[in-house]
């Protein structure tokens, strides 16, 4: 599709871009670069990251997956029990306080799926587990980019790992393939849009550990830390936006940010395309218990022992798994759950800390 240009005269936030050819080689540069990025403002653009070509399957997938009628997506609906795979229509969550819904629709399809095709061992029954054009490509396209994203995050996490001061390969054992995990790829549509203002996703913390984002068009805007002010993210051609969850900052006794986000309508005449962007988000085992990994590393005990938020136990030391602390945030977001404000703030993260 023809996308219009990025309207020059609307102020972006820089990211520092990040070479992953230079990651794999572990130049020492690019390492140090990453990890400024990671921990200040918990964003920064990936170049060199060999998932275009595969991204680009994807989003010809997903256009073709949300053409079908709305009743036949509904059959494939997560549901409101806190199960993230599946469908999710426009409007089905909440994106502020107030109880405003979301206008954009989307298809998660499960890293664990993806990984064990022919068989679906997340979704049941079988057989009304995925739309059919998503379970006729899942072995050509939808595992290839399962695959090589897994590959990408694992690479940035091994190094974010030895820069936390932990042992060799600590924080990839909380993300192996073997272990179900909430870990999905996720292709997402927002229509056109007349009020660039509306809000599609609302203010939020990731999940959990990286997110590797693709996207054409604006709409992605930081808060960044200090600031009052909401600002775009310049979408750059063959640069990946990539993002650190809860999961990590949590592992990581805050060192790693989790930074606040949201996605409103493209700017200017941006706004009259459907807007598609396609991610795929990496999570901790269901079995991971998310608490700073303090007792393993003298970096992470003592970013713990400084924190301006000692007194709160539960931020460092949360207690749910990570499958628990992920159904109450997806769960809870749901229209169809809300029952007043409290059932908005009962799925936030660790963006609790960063508003007032």
């Given at each position: 599709?023809?996308?219009?240009?990025?309207?020059?005269?609307?102020?972006t936030?820089p990211?520092?871009?990040?070479?992953?050819?230079?990651?794999?080689?572990?130049?020492?540069?690019?390492?140090?670069?990453?990890?400024?990025?990671?921990?200040?403002?918990?964003?920064?653009?990936?170049?060199?990251?060999?998932v275009?070509?595969?991204?680009?399957?994807?989003?010809?997938?997903?256009?073709?997956?949300?053409?079908?009628?709305?009743?036949?997506?509904?059959?494939?609906?997560?549901?409101?029990?806190?199960?993230?795979?599946?469908?999710?229509?426009?409007?089905?969550?909440?994106?502020?306080?107030?109880?405003?819904?979301?206008?954009?629709?989307?298809?998660?399809?499960?890293?664990?799926?993806?990984?064990?095709?022919?068989?679906?061992?997340?979704?049941?029954?079988?057989?009304?587990?995925?739309?059919?054009?998503a379970?006729?490509?899942?072995?050509?396209?939808?595992?290839?980019?399962v695959?090589?994203?897994?590959?990408?995050?694992?690479?940035?996490?091994?190094i974010?790992?030895?820069?936390?001061?932990?042992?060799?390969?600590?924080?990839?054992?909380?993300?192996?393939?073997?272990?179900?995990?909430?870990?999905?790829?996720?292709?997402?549509?927002?229509?056109?849009?007349?009020?660039?203002?509306?809000?599609?996703?609302?203010?939020?913390?990731?999940?959990?550990?990286?997110?590797?984002?693709?996207?054409?068009?604006?709409?992605?805007?930081?808060?960044?830390?200090?600031s009052?002010?909401?600002?775009?993210?310049?979408?750059?051609?063959?640069?990946?936006?990539?993002?650190?969850?809860?999961?990590?900052?949590?592992?990581?006794?805050?060192?790693?940010?989790?930074?606040?986000?949201?996605?409103?309508?493209?700017?200017?005449?941006?706004?009259?395309?459907?807007?598609?962007?396609?991610?795929?988000?990496?999570?901790?085992?269901?079995?991971?218990?998310?608490r700073?990994?303090?007792?393993?590393?003298?970096?992470?005990?003592?970013?713990?022992?400084?924190?301006?938020?000692?007194?709160?136990?539960?931020?460092?030391?949360?207690?749910?798994?990570?499958?628990?602390?992920?159904?109450?945030?997806?769960?809870?977001?749901?229209?169809?759950?809300?029952?007043?404000?409290?059932?908005?703030?009962?799925?936030?993260?660790?963006?609790?800390?960063?508003v007032?």
């Open positions: 599709m023809s996308i219009p240009a990025w309207p020059e005269d609307v102020p936030h990211l520092l871009v990040v070479d992953y050819q230079l990651l794999k080689k572990r130049d020492a540069g690019e390492i140090e670069k990453l990890w400024e990025a990671a921990t200040k403002l918990g964003f920064w653009y990936l170049k060199d990251h060999e275009d070509e595969l991204a680009q399957k994807v989003f010809d997938l997903g256009a073709e997956v949300m053409a079908l009628p709305l009743e036949e997506k509904m059959k494939y609906e997560q549901g409101d029990e806190g199960n993230s795979f599946g469908y999710k229509k426009a409007g089905g969550n909440a994106v502020a306080a107030s109880g405003e819904p979301d206008t954009i629709e989307f298809l998660n399809v499960a890293k664990d799926d993806a990984l064990a095709w022919p068989n679906v061992v997340r979704r049941a029954p079988p057989g009304t587990s995925y739309p059919e054009p379970l006729e490509r899942m072995e050509s396209t939808i595992q290839p980019f695959r090589k994203s897994l590959a990408v995050n694992n690479t940035i996490m091994d974010l790992n030895d820069k936390l001061g932990l042992k060799k390969g600590r924080l990839l054992e909380f993300h192996t393939d073997e272990e179900f995990s909430a870990s999905e790829a996720r292709i997402i549509r927002n229509p056109p849009m007349s009020n660039t203002q509306k809000i599609a996703i609302g203010s939020h913390t990731d999940f959990g550990s990286l997110s590797f984002l693709h996207n054409r068009q604006g709409g992605l805007q930081v808060l960044p830390p200090g009052e002010t909401w600002q775009y993210v310049k979408p750059i051609a063959n640069h990946a936006v990539c993002n650190v969850g809860d999961s990590l900052s949590i592992f990581s006794g805050g060192i790693l940010r989790s930074n606040l986000h949201r996605v409103i309508p493209p700017p200017s005449t941006q706004a009259n395309n459907v807007r598609w962007s396609l991610v795929f988000f990496s999570r901790p085992g269901d079995s991971s218990v998310l700073a990994l303090a007792a393993e590393s003298d970096i992470i005990a003592e970013a713990v022992a400084l924190s301006k938020e000692g007194e709160d136990v539960k931020k460092f030391d949360t207690g749910p798994t990570a499958e628990e602390w992920f159904a109450r945030r997806i769960k809870n977001q749901r229209i169809a759950n809300r029952k007043g404000p409290e059932t908005w703030m009962a799925s936030r993260g660790t963006e609790r800390v960063q007032a």
